[in-house]
């Protein structure tokens, strides 16, 4: 499985190639100062371009450096297409760029060999197979636990909460809230017994490690310029990790 990719390293950004082709609000965009720069604007009005060409241009200026620059966005496609752009304006070096489930296993998977963990806990991609076991062959139950489960980890609420949580929220999961409730604190257990780890499970551990005393200034320290491709699209869980990860960043 691969979690994260990096930039071919290049012959150097031109940047006056790099800022002719954009719009005054797009070049304001691409060369602000260091710090949080949020872009409005509709599908289709080069929202990428000015991500790639900011990542580039910070670079190119000296106010990022590349292997500490780090660019989420919510597809494994949208990364390599983010890769490729970025090679394409001569970025040197390597930027990550990757999900944020990827760039959250990136980090876990080095503080387990930092600590010497030889038997990391296993990665589940399918919630609904492991489900469907611990419910004794019940797809369809497994089915809308799993959704639920996805539903509420999304929004940083637990088992005991979910039946209220819920409920206000309208949700028709297709089986007593209480049911499910009683599932999703069954499943988080099973899990946590059999060292399992799922996709919400990476950015909530991960999100734990980086807050470990001592931890949280060196794991900052290596992945301090943040950029987030479609940022209004992330729910709590990614935003809560994403801001573990900045602490004092940019």
């Not at 691969?2 to 082709?21: I, K, M, N, Y």
């Not at 691409?30 to 990542?55: D, E, F, H, M, Y």
């Not at 399992?196 to 490690?209: G, M, P, R, V, Y």
Request: aromatic letters at 6%; one cysteine or more.
């Amino acid at each position: 499985m691969t979690v994260e990719g990096s930039v071919d390293e290049g012959e150097g950004v031109d940047l006056a190639r790099l800022l002719v082709r954009l719009d005054p609000d797009q070049r304001a965009a691409v060369t602000a100062p260091p710090g949080p720069v949020v872009v409005i604007a509709g599908a289709g009005s080069g929202k990428t371009r000015v991500l790639t060409n900011r990542i580039a241009y910070r670079i190119a200026t000296k106010s990022a450096e590349p292997s500490h620059t780090v660019a989420f966005t919510f597809t494994r496609q949208a990364a390599a297409e983010l890769q490729r752009r970025l090679a394409r304006e001569g970025v040197e070096q390597s930027v990550v760029a990757g999900t944020f489930h990827s760039v959250a296993y990136r980090i876990l998977r080095r503080r387990w060999e930092d600590r010497g963990r030889h038997e990391p806990p296993t990665l589940s991609t399918n919630r609904i197979e492991v489900l469907t076991e611990q419910l004794r062959g019940d797809r369809r139950l497994a089915a809308v636990t799993a959704t639920e489960i996805e539903w509420a980890r999304a929004r940083l609420i637990g088992p005991k909460d979910y039946p209220r949580a819920a409920t206000s929220a309208g949700r028709r999961p297709g089986a007593d809230v209480e049911q499910v409730a009683k599932l999703f604190a069954d499943y988080e257990a099973y899990t946590r017994k059999r060292r399992i780890l799922d996709f919400d499970d990476l950015l909530s551990e991960c999100t734990a490690e980086i807050r470990r005393p001592g931890v949280a200034d060196a794991i900052s320290w290596w992945h301090r310029h943040l950029h987030v491709d479609e940022f209004q699209d992330i729910n709590p869980l990614q935003y809560e990790f994403l801001e573990a990860l900045r602490n004092g960043g940019d």
